[in-house]
């Protein structure tokens, strides 16, 4: 019932920047957390940040510094601004948001995915 777009993965050299954008729709009654993660080739999925509805964010150490996750409550949209991107951030990012949605009278949680957008930082 939610369904989430992401846009802005690319070819960046080391040092650069890239900004990833989430835009979530369909029966949305309220979204809670919403959030970045990433898998590298032969690794594990892994978080990058999270966001909550507050504002309150949370980092992997890896990250922490360089990159900066935001979101619009009004269009429910969460970015991840990348700065002083490495080559061991080349990954695929996935973006996830949970909340509850709508269902006739009722609402009930839901916890959707991406499809996944590939950031490669390479010279």
């Known amino acids: 019932q939610v369904q989430l777009v992401e846009s802005g993965g690319g070819l960046v050299q080391p040092g650069g920047s890239l900004r990833l954008s989430c835009a979530a729709s369909?029966?949305?009654?309220?979204?809670?957390?919403m959030g970045w993660y990433r898998q590298a080739p032969g690794k594990e999925r892994e978080l990058v940040a999270t966001?909550?509805?507050?504002?309150?964010?949370n980092y992997v150490d890896s990250v922490k510094g360089r990159f900066t996750i935001s979101r619009d409550n009004a269009n429910n949209t969460v970015d991840l601004q990348m700065n002083s991107l490495k080559p061991e951030d080349t990954a695929v990012y996935y973006c996830?948001?949970?909340?509850?949605?709508?269902?006739?009278?009722?609402?009930?949680?839901?916890?959707?995915w991406g499809q996944g957008t590939q950031v490669t930082v390479s010279s």
């Open positions: 996830t948001v949970r909340g509850r949605v709508v269902l006739g009278s009722l609402t009930r949680d839901f916890r959707s």
């Open positions: 369909g029966s949305i009654f309220s979204i809670d957390t």
């Open positions: 966001i909550t509805s507050g504002g309150s964010t």
